[in-house]
């Protein structure tokens, strides 16, 4: 904690400050001043002022809490203020977008999900920012205070300055200024985070890693990348976050690449090349489960869990390919837990053990004897990520200051 007479950066201290207690009161609520005094490590008179602010704010309010055996006068505690701030969460995948309006507790207000065409002619942005006015105004009847827009998507992005180099799927894309844009349209903040970053920061927050202080988060669907959490902080959060195993090259002579490079782990192990590789493969094995019915992941991941020996083979080399690069990532960042996001969890049973396996043969056995190998809580289909951006930056003092300030 930034102590109170720390000379210089004011601003800055008040910021974290704030944002500190804020996240004390979101997680532990209600609390008494007294103990925020002392798990925020400042002194009473600033918690005084940091309250006030809040409270006249309205993002806290004060309620009476009883202390466990206590027979006296109920103590004045705190708890956080939601239901009249509220910002859209957004995602934007292959085909589609999904917005959302949710409470700054990140309960969802009223959500929808629109097909976005990747081969229309007008231009992405010129899509989105139109997306977003019309959904203002279908809903217009629930929306509280407007404070922030939160957009998830995959490409290459600069999280800082809000510019989307590239993406997937979206060939158009390239260096669309999506976060000025939609400041200077709606007036609000915008936070833009790759979409495989913020799930990892979603189940940091609010998931399977909530506690923890160092996680590796691997997502394998229709693309492949990961999410480092070291000392309890997405690595890179301001910049570019993403972990690009993705575009880590795995066979010199393989497939090219949007990225532009070959035979990148995306281009054997995402969804689509999967499949590709399963549709090839039943072929030579005509005695597959995998020939009854269309072939899915869903398909594939049943054929494996009923014993299918192709769909096994399929899913535990996706497993060694992931694993391989893991144990990499295990020797350098020591994590508690390997968590994987993947449509393909469904064949865990399968697809874990080969993760585990390569990460004992290959890591460290002083980093690997301990770690293990989970699911995500959530999946990557929901706007859940983009709370994560808004909880985060409230904790980081960064919004609460500018709704502190009007």
Not at 166 to 193: A, C, S, W
Request: with cysteine; proline share 4%.
């Amino acid at each position: 904690m930034v102590s109170d007479s720390q000379p210089g950066h004011i601003d800055q201290i008040k910021q974290t400050n704030a944002g500190a207690v804020y996240r004390l009161i979101d997680q532990l609520g209600p609390v008494s001043r007294i103990d925020l005094s002392r798990l925020a490590q400042l002194a009473p008179a600033s918690i005084t002022k940091i309250v006030r602010e809040m409270l006249e704010a309205h993002l806290v309010q004060e309620t009476e809490i009883q202390e466990p055996g206590s027979r006296g006068r109920p103590a004045v505690g705190l708890m956080v203020e939601t239901d009249a701030w509220h910002y859209l969460s957004l995602r934007i995948n292959r085909g589609t977008i999904q917005l959302a309006l949710r409470d700054l507790s990140s309960k969802s207000v009223v959500e929808e999900e629109l097909e976005l065409p990747l081969d229309d002619p007008q231009p992405l942005l010129t899509r989105i920012v139109t997306h977003i006015d019309q959904f203002f105004i279908r809903h217009q009847h629930k929306l509280e205070r407007l404070t922030a827009i939160a957009i998830t998507l995959p490409g290459i992005i600069d999280t800082e300055n809000g510019i989307v180099h590239r993406m997937p799927f979206y060939l158009d894309v390239k260096e669309m200024p999506l976060g000025e844009t939609l400041e200077n349209h709606t007036g609000v903040p915008v936070y833009i985070q790759h979409d495989i970053s913020a799930w990892t920061m979603a189940e940091l927050l609010f998931g399977a890693s909530r506690g923890a202080r160092d996680v590796i988060q691997v997502v394998i669907d229709h693309n492949v990348g990961a999410g480092v959490i070291t000392d309890g902080r997405l690595l890179h959060a301001g910049s570019s976050s993403l972990v690009e195993i993705g575009h880590t090259q795995v066979d010199p002579w393989g497939k090219r690449c949007y990225c532009g490079n070959h035979g990148c782990l995306e281009t054997i192990a995402s969804v689509e090349s999967v499949l590709e590789l399963a549709q090839m493969r039943m072929s030579q094995s005509m005695s597959s489960r995998l020939h009854e019915q269309p072939l899915t992941v869903t398909s594939l991941c049943q054929a494996a869990q009923q014993g299918d020996l192709l769909a096994k083979d399929i899913i535990s080399g996706v497993g060694t390919h992931i694993g391989r690069i893991i144990a990499i990532m295990v020797n350098l960042f020591n994590p508690q837990k390997i968590l994987i996001g993947s449509p393909f969890n469904e064949a865990s049973e399968t697809l874990f053990p080969a993760i585990a396996d390569c990460i004992r043969q290959q890591a460290l056995p002083a980093y690997s004897k301990h770690v293990t190998v989970e699911s995500t809580q959530f999946s990557n289909q929901g706007t859940m990520a983009g709370a994560a951006l808004v909880k985060d930056a409230m904790y980081n003092g960064s919004l609460l200051i500018r709704l502190l300030q009007g």
